[in-house]
């Protein structure tokens, strides 16, 4: 598999050589070259089977060629030992969780085949290499769970003291072994600064071999765009017509991965980006004007993001031409107050308990159909968090208990193991010049 710059100014890479880079040197973040297409027929014999099936089917076509023989097949058994499944709310309306992963986002989809890929890869290199990872919540906890015990590879996570929930804190500094956490006294903007800093010296750099595994990386992005292949195959299994594909939308790269998956025929009618009160991309939809701005916090705060860094891939993937964005594409924000009601109404209508990201989706569906088009297909509304990760804002706002999955539970009662740091480069660069 080859891969080009979005801005055009770096050498065509390998896939291996793009998931250890991760940005170009250029600035610009990687793209497919050229991608294999499915036909539908062969999408359509793998809805009844393990999703591992499919993935690996379809990963062969795409980076097959990189990896060794039954080295994909590795990586793959080592990365899901879990899957999505379909929730049917009504005849029209499913949902597609991607939470039933160790951390409980879809985010294990993408970090897990990032770090399994990585550790084959290293699996006969004598010296280790070191992932900086700047993190205010779900990232970190994905990645900490993917890399913990791959050989080769040490994780050093900074995260903003007092700025994380327990929950989260707890899942990436409870594990030990290979993953060190740091709990900065700053801000995440502090930690994202000292991770740039540490890349920039040289001295640092060579000594630790320093890698990243932050959303841009296409190793994550296209491990998530099987699901889209494997959602809307089934759906469209049940009603005969491409679904709409609706995402919980942040730093854009899930829907960036549907997107690519769409290109190699996953079916899709349209995409609905689902945006929470940081509203740079359902502006640009509705004016044209692409104005990106410092975020705000939400309900959803894995989605505040104010200048969602995918957005550079999208434009490149459509030729940077507004009509054909939208014609892909609808977006709409919507406010914390419009996602507890939506709780509540999804509650109340389906029996159904999603979590406020996924209400923000269910939320722009609802409203896709009174504005745009009643008649429209069945939506497959993508669900990237499980409630109980957001148990508090659920429970007071449906009055109900939502019990916490057994890996939170188990992750609660272990013990935190994080250094604190002042936010200070040398103390930084010392701490990372005794551990490598
Ligand atoms: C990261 C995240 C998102 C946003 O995904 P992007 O790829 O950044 O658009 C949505 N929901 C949850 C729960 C997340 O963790």
Same mark, same amino acid.
């Given at each position: 598999m080859k891969l080009y710059s979005t801005r055009r100014n770096s050498p065509v890479v390998s896939f291996r050589e793009a998931l250890f880079t991760? =940005?170009?040197?250029?600035?610009? #973040?990687?793209?497919?070259? $050229?991608?294999?297409t499915m036909t539908p027929e062969s999408l359509a014999a793998f809805t009844d089977k393990p999703y591992k099936e499919m993935a690996h089917y379809i990963l062969q076509q +795409?980076?097959?060629?990189?990896? &060794?023989?039954?080295?994909? =097949?590795?990586? +793959?058994? %080592?990365?899901?030992?879990?899957?999505?499944?379909?929730?049917?709310?009504?005849?029209?309306?499913?949902?597609? $969780?991607?939470?039933?992963?160790?951390?409980?986002?879809? @985010?294990?989809? &993408?970090?897990?085949? !990032?770090? @399994?890929? !990585?550790?084959?890869? #290293?699996?006969n290199e004598d %010296?280790? +290499?070191?992932?900086?990872?700047?993190?205010?919540?779900?990232?970190?906890?994905a990645v900490a769970h993917a890399y913990h015990k791959v050989q080769g590879i040490r994780i050093v996570l900074l995260y903003p003291s007092g700025k994380v929930s327990l929950t989260q804190e707890m899942q990436f500094t409870s594990l030990g072994d290979n993953i060190t956490a740091l709990e900065v006294d700053g801000t995440f903007d502090d930690c994202q600064a000292l991770v740039k800093a540490a890349f920039r010296d040289r001295e640092l750099r060579q000594r630790a071999r320093l890698s990243s595994a932050n959303s841009i990386n296409i190793g994550r992005l296209i491990p998530q765009s099987l699901y889209y292949f494997w959602g809307a195959a089934k759906l469209k299994a049940m009603h005969g017509v491409d679904p709409l594909i609706c995402v919980p939308s942040g730093n854009f790269g899930n829907i960036c991965a549907g997107m690519l998956a769409n290109r190699m025929?996953?079916?899709?009618? %349209?995409?609905i980006a689902a945006v929470n009160a940081n509203a740079a991309i359902s502006e640009y939809v509705q004016t044209g004007e692409y104005k990106p701005r410092p975020s705000v916090r939400t309900l959803s705060n894995a989605m505040d993001v104010g200048r969602p860094s995918n957005w550079e891939r999208i434009v490149d993937m459509f030729d940077n031409d507004y009509d054909? *964005?939208?014609?892909? !594409?609808?977006?709409?924000?919507?406010s914390d107050k419009?996602?507890?009601?939506? !709780?509540? %109404?999804?509650?109340?209508q389906f029996s159904?308990?999603?979590?406020?990201?996924?209400?923000?989706?269910? $939320?722009?569906?609802?409203r896709y159909r009174q504005n745009q088009a009643p008649q429209q297909p069945p939506a497959l509304t993508l669900s990237?968090?499980?409630?109980? @990760?957001?148990?508090? +804002?659920?429970? @007071?706002?449906?009055? *109900?208990?939502?019990? #916490?999955? =057994?890996?939170l539970q188990e992750c609660l009662k272990r013990k935190k193991q994080a250094q604190s740091m002042a936010n200070d480069f040398d103390q930084f660069k010392e701490l990372l010049w005794e551990l490598t």
């Open positions: 991760g =940005q170009a040197p250029d600035g610009g #973040l990687y793209i497919p070259c $050229e991608l294999p +795409i980076v097959g060629d990189e990896f &060794g023989s039954g080295g994909l =097949q590795t990586v +793959i058994d %080592r990365a899901y030992s879990f899957a999505p499944a379909i929730s049917t709310l009504s005849e029209n309306l499913a949902v597609l $969780e991607l939470f039933h992963g160790p951390t409980l986002s879809f @985010k294990d989809f &993408g970090a897990q085949f !990032m770090a @399994k890929a !990585m550790g084959y890869f #290293l699996q %010296r280790e +290499i070191t992932i900086l990872v700047a993190t205010s919540g779900d990232t970190g906890s025929g996953a079916p899709a009618a %349209r995409f054909k *964005i939208v014609e892909r !594409m609808w977006s709409t924000s919507v419009a996602t507890v009601a939506a !709780m509540k %109404r999804i509650y109340n159904y308990v999603a979590d406020p990201h996924t209400c923000v989706g269910l $939320e722009a569906v609802r990237t968090a499980h409630p109980g @990760k957001f148990h508090e +804002i659920v429970e @007071k706002t449906l009055g *109900i208990t939502v019990e #916490l999955p =057994q890996a």
